[in-house]
């Protein structure tokens, strides 16, 4: 199983952008997805999560901005950032809990992060 990020770049202040994170490989079921993010020696957070029914659950930092979305034909979780802020800016890690098979445990997977610049 692979999760690869996309859409990180650079934006000014008050600027959007779309992050976009499919998994690939052999996919049972997948549960939850969602986005970490980590600034420049800070701690990872977490900034947004879907469940697979698609509730959802976000950082208060981001509540109102940022809005996540699953498509779940496709194996891929979205990070729609508005409103974009300095503080926003950081590496940005998609995840997904997921079952390779019908029978095994589910495993969490993490993806290789995109970068996001907010600077004017």
């Known amino acids: 199983v692979q999760l690869q990020a996309y859409g990180g770049g650079l934006v000014q202040p008050g600027g959007s952008l779309r992050l976009s994170c499919v998994a690939s490989g052999i996919i049972s079921s997948i549960n939850a997805m969602g986005w970490y993010r980590q600034a420049l020696g800070e701690q990872r957070e977490m900034v947004a999560t879907i469940t697979s029914g698609g509730s959802t659950n976000y950082a208060d930092s981001v509540q109102g901005r940022f809005t996540i979305s699953r498509d779940n034909a496709k194996n891929t979780v979205y990070l729609q950032m508005n409103s974009l802020e300095p503080e926003d800016a950081a590496v940005y890690y998609c995840?997904?809990?997921?079952?390779?098979?019908?029978?095994?445990?589910?495993?969490?997977?993490w993806g290789q992060g995109t970068l996001v610049t907010v600077s004017s």
């Open positions: 995840y997904s809990n997921l079952r390779s098979r019908p029978w095994s445990s589910p495993i969490h997977y």
